[in-house]
């Protein structure tokens, strides 16, 4: 395999990823998956292993997929908290957290609770 064809492979394992990545995280909200995959069950569906994922990941995008993973729940916990009126219990059991184990993970990547988050971005389009 010549160079060409290791780059464009491992482009194929990232989009791969994050098309997967996509499609179970809208499963999950939607209540068509009622757990979180781990990245071992992701690498699973693509056919690889799980070190050879993160190491593609890696090597393509800077981060291992873990990074993304939470970068794409936090995106759609936004999304949520915003957009349904669903409380943020709901939220959490959704994207198959604890709720106070959700609040958690939200304020370790925001500065902010789930709560503050929507009062602040509430205020801010006032």
Do not use: V
């Not at 997967?20 to 071992?40: F, K, N, P, V, Y």
């Not at 993973?69 to 916990?77: M, P």
């Amino acid at each position: 395999m010549n160079q060409a064809e290791k780059i464009s492979r491992n482009e194929e394992i990232t989009q791969a990823y994050f098309t997967l990545l996509d499609q179970h995280l809208a499963d999950l909200i939607s209540g068509r998956e009622i757990e979180m995959m781990e990245i071992s069950q992701l690498a699973d569906r693509l056919f690889i292993s799980a070190k050879h994922l993160s190491q593609t990941i890696q090597l393509t995008m800077g981060h291992h997929p873990c990074h993304f993973y939470d970068q794409k729940i936090l995106d759609a916990a936004k999304k949520m908290i915003l957009e349904t009126p669903l409380s943020i219990a709901e939220i959490a059991r959704k994207l198959t957290y604890d709720p106070s184990n959700f609040s958690k993970f939200f304020k370790k990547y925001t500065g902010k609770t789930p709560g503050q988050f929507k009062q602040d971005e509430l205020n801010s389009t006032s």
